[in-house]
């Protein structure tokens, strides 16, 4: 073999090396990181954003949500997310208020059942059967069912 054959192969090793040894390091993020512009920085934590990526000299910053804002998990997030309202013109109320680190949490008001579930409160509500005229109710309704 020729000397120029054994060095254009080893280029092309050092290539494929240099290649597949960046691709491991930036797609194999630990728990608690995050990828940005192939580096792996730590995660923000709940209730608060990313002010500034890190970088190979500086970690990242992190700033609380504001009011009417909310994240619920670790993360690497540039803007915390909105939170939700109720609306009580469909039957709904606030059974939790929104913090920094958890949405609202709307529920039925009484008289109203749910019919779409959202975690742990609900999305939709409706008003609770009245049954037939003159047989009355026979099964009191709940928040989770019709009467």
Known sequence: ?????????????????????????????????????????????????????????TNTGCRVCTQGEYIDHPNGLEKCLKCESCDSGMGLFDSQQCTYFQNTICHCKEGFFCVERKGNGCEMCRKHSLGPVGEGVKKKGTIWEDA
């Open 1 to 57: 073999m020729n000397s120029d054959f054994l060095i254009q192969h080893a280029k092309l090793m050092v290539w494929i090396f240099l290649l597949f040894g960046h691709l491991q390091l930036v797609s194999c993020c630990g728990p608690g990181e995050y990828l940005i512009h192939g580096q792996c920085c730590p995660m923000c934590p709940v209730g608060s954003r990313v002010s500034k990526h890190c970088t190979a000299m």
